[in-house]
Antibody, heavy 117, light 107 residues
Framework: EVQLVESGGGLVQPGGSLRLSCAAS????????MSWVRQAPGKGLEWVAS????????YYVDSVKGRFTISRDNAKKSLYLQMNSLRAEDTAVYYC??????????WGQGTLVTVSS | DIQMTQSPSSLSASVGDRVTITCRAS??????LAWFQQKPGKAPKSLIY???SLRSGVPSRFSGSGSGTDFTLTISSLQPEDFATYYC?????????FGPGTKVDIK
């Protein structure tokens, strides 16, 4: 059974940093593109970033470029999102997703990030 | 960047109704479109990819069609568990983008 479990969310002050993790099980992580998608409270879905199987290609939404870094460790079966210089508008539930045919087929349960002083 | 729009933004329907949701892209995305269902407080669920291919385990009452800039999601006979918000997403060009969502609620 495919499982994606996010962790690392929490309350952080504006300008602070946070690292999200996503533990993958039930499939071979190294065979799939992976993505992060977020959802601000009461709002719609927003694609954040994607990473190729071997980490050689990474793509980001403009609003997080230069502040967020997506990475992966296939040996540890984990996906990461390093978030720096956090802003109030980054407050959201962050979902980890496995990509199949270029878009998510499986999603984690999400982890809440709150940026507030 | 490609902008995605959906119509309607919300609709009310009854169990057994046929429901159609439209998604439009601001430029040609060929067939690189997916549909997702989300219920309150839950993670999204993947329904359709490549505009018309059903994800494994998704009931056959869901179908998708379209190519280029205009796409539709159809629920042939609405069931109680289908009341949710539906999103489209283009994956033809980065940054991948979602539509604003269509909320389907009970009439």
């Amino acid at each position: 059974e495919v499982q994606l479990v996010e962790s690392g969310g929490g309350l952080v002050q504006p300008g602070g940093s946070l690292r999200l993790s996503c533990a993958a099980s039930g499939f071979t992580l190294s065979s799939y593109w992976m993505s992060w998608v977020r959802q601000a409270p009461g709002k719609g879905l927003e694609w954040v970033a994607s990473i190729k199987q071997d980490g050689s290609e990474k793509y980001y939404v403009d609003s997080v470029k230069g502040r967020f870094t997506i990475s992966r460790d296939n040996a540890k079966k984990s996906l990461y999102l390093q978030m720096n210089s956090l802003r109030a508008e980054d407050t959201a539930v962050y979902y980890c997703a496995r990509d199949e045919s270029w878009n998510p087929d499986y999603w984690g349960q999400g982890t809440l990030v709150t940026v507030s002083s | 960047d490609i902008q995605m729009t959906q119509s309607p933004s919300s609709l009310s329907a009854s169990v057994g109704d046929r429901v159609t949701i439209t998604c439009r892209a601001s430029q040609d995305i060929r067939k690189y479109l997916a549909w997702f269902q989300q219920k309150p407080g839950k993670a999204p669920k993947s329904l359709i990819y490549a505009a018309s291919s059903l994800r494994s385990g998704v009931p056959s009452r869901f179908s998708g069609s379209g190519s280029g800039t205009d796409f539709t999601l159809t629920i042939s006979s609405l069931q109680p568990e289908d009341f949710a918000t539906y999103y489209c997403q283009q994956c033809n060009n980065y940054p991948f983008s979602f539509g604003p969502g269509t909320k389907v609620d009970i009439k």
